[in-house]
């Protein structure tokens, strides 16, 4: 089991380089990660959605031994981390399954897509008829569709797993634990990571 103590100690602390600013030191101590200033792309980035701005996008130093375009994600602080070449990671602020939905594990990136239909899963709809049933014919892409401006989709060997990283028409729901087991992003974001996603690569959902 991958577990947030795995994710901590064995890895020699995955995230380091000068805290940004003193309110984010409990969250680097506890995940033994440091915040580096924020010099990636978007430093300085508008922020329409009213983020908290630890959520915004920024690049941190990664520690040796991770692999390039491998993504992390830690639910208890809810960031996505994805490795770059050259000892960096861009960090981004995500929503995660609500209690009893979130599934850990190690995925491969099997594929992934633009502006992606949605069809919600038969346990989706028998845990949620109210919710989901009006949707069992499926949902074509664009703006208000459920996963949002690109997905990437999990595997488990050949088999798709029905889990997803993916944006969101709902912003305001980063930060929290809010999808039925999936990974959120502002769109924005999740159009900037995909673009940088090689498929094929691993993505590690710790617990």
Do not use: K
Request: charged share 15%; with cysteine; proline share 8%.
């Amino acid at each position: 089991m991958l577990t947030r103590r795995h994710f901590i100690i064995t890895t020699t602390t995955l995230f380091s380089g000068a805290i940004a600013a003193p309110a984010l030191a409990q969250d680097a101590v506890e995940l033994g990660v440091d915040e580096a200033p924020d010099q990636g792309p978007t430093a300085g980035a508008n922020n329409p959605w009213g983020l908290h701005p630890r959520f915004m996008p920024q690049r941190v130093q990664a520690n040796a031994g991770l692999t390039p375009g491998d993504i992390h994600v830690d639910p208890t602080s809810r960031y996505l981390y994805h490795i770059e070449d050259g000892g960096t990671a861009m960090r981004y602020g995500v929503a995660v399954g609500r209690a009893g939905l979130y599934q850990a594990g190690r995925f491969r990136i099997g594929r992934t897509a633009e502006w992606p239909s949605w069809t919600p899963t038969a346990n989706m709809i028998a845990r949620e008829p109210h919710i989901y049933a009006q949707y069992a014919g499926g949902v074509p892409g664009g703006p208000d569709n459920p996963l949002g401006a690109r997905a990437l989709y999990l595997y488990a060997g050949s088999r798709d797993t029905y889990l997803r990283i993916h944006g969101t028409p709902q912003p305001w729901s980063i930060g929290t634990s809010a999808s039925s087991g999936c990974v959120r992003l502002v769109n924005d974001h999740v159009i900037q990571l995909e673009a940088n996603v090689r498929v094929g690569s691993m993505a590690i959902l710790h617990s």
